[in-house]
């Protein structure tokens, strides 16, 4: 992180920086590394004049989240995908005891690669740390990972990808400009093991896509059983933006039980759950419920659960699923949903419309950017 060439001449400085940092508490410097590299990174937007469009920052009990769904077991393999300056994978190795298994990650640029060193390395941890934009040049294709963590950037587009027509990840199909959801959803499929299990975290309007290629390629996917949940998210939850995220949780081996459906923009009475980043103890009583849920589903949902009555939960069949076309939302699954009334259909409307403006504003201030960089002009 030191540019050391600004140091040329200054020993007495670097001799003096170097017993500062020795001598902090060391249970406290993994805390400190994560709030210095996600500084370095909002530092260097600001320098820049413009948000990192390929980062989301993911709080602490959202992470904590995506590893319970994760359940990770010792020895597993864990791969993650996409840019998170590490964060999710930390989580998720907090969650298994010893011994851990290899770790493996790509982010976008060898900047944000080189602060995830630095973030693995304070919380003890080894791993393999690529760079690139991971749907042009996969740098691990020969990987098949236990469990798989997905952390797309919320952006719709893709450019240029590179023979996507011999490109064996494209199995449930060919992804095209404004299907980059769909493509991160088959690459994280792609790199998951027999019995591994996928998460990843995506803005809400990737589940309801229009697109001719994006609707048939979400059935092929859910008719093979490769879904094995949904969770989304409370609005706000995500900071810096108003558009709500969503956790699939997929599967490698083909399931033919139903769906796991849980919407925590909803108390479990039926009354608007609580907007914002969740407490943990939502994300602990959300795991709890999802856990017991993923054990009874085979068996058709019987028993006595803790989520008995539960009106932000809900298993969906395929049939269901297809009723609603392809629509992965939990909202419309839930207990107390029913046939959808005029004014319900509208408000779902509305809201996927929301969140489809909201992408398209973020693709025009890039596009704006991009023109300002090649006028040379400052906005």
Known sequence: LVDWRTWNGRAAELSGLVSEVASLDETRLPKLVDAMVTRCV???SDV??????????????????MAGLLHPSAGDAVYQAGPSLGQTIISAAREVREPKGALYLQEPTEREAQLTRTSLAAHGLAATVASGDVLQKDAFPELRADKVIGTPPWEPKITGLPDVAGDPRWLWGEPGANDSYLAWI??????????????ILLPINALFER???????RRRIVKAGHLEGVVSLPAGAIPGTTVRGVLLVLVKTPQDWEITMLDMSIDPDGSPGQEGVPTQERVGHVLEIYREAAEIAPEGGAGDVIYAGANNFSFATIRDIAAHDFVLDPVRYQWNSGPATGPEKL?????????????RIKACRAADQQVAKILEIEL
Do not use: M, W
């Open 186 to 199: 088959q690459h994280c499929l792609y790199h998951l093991a027999d019995g591994g299990r996928a998460v």
């Open 347 to 359: 408000e779902i409307h509305f809201g996927e419309l929301r969140a489809q403006l909201e992408s």
């Open 42 to 44: 909002l530092n260097e």
């Open 48 to 65: 820049s004049h413009q948000v990192p469009r390929d980062l989301v920052l993911i709080p602490p009990s959202v992470q904590r989240l």
């Open 211 to 217: 697109g001719k290629s994006a609707v048939e390629t």
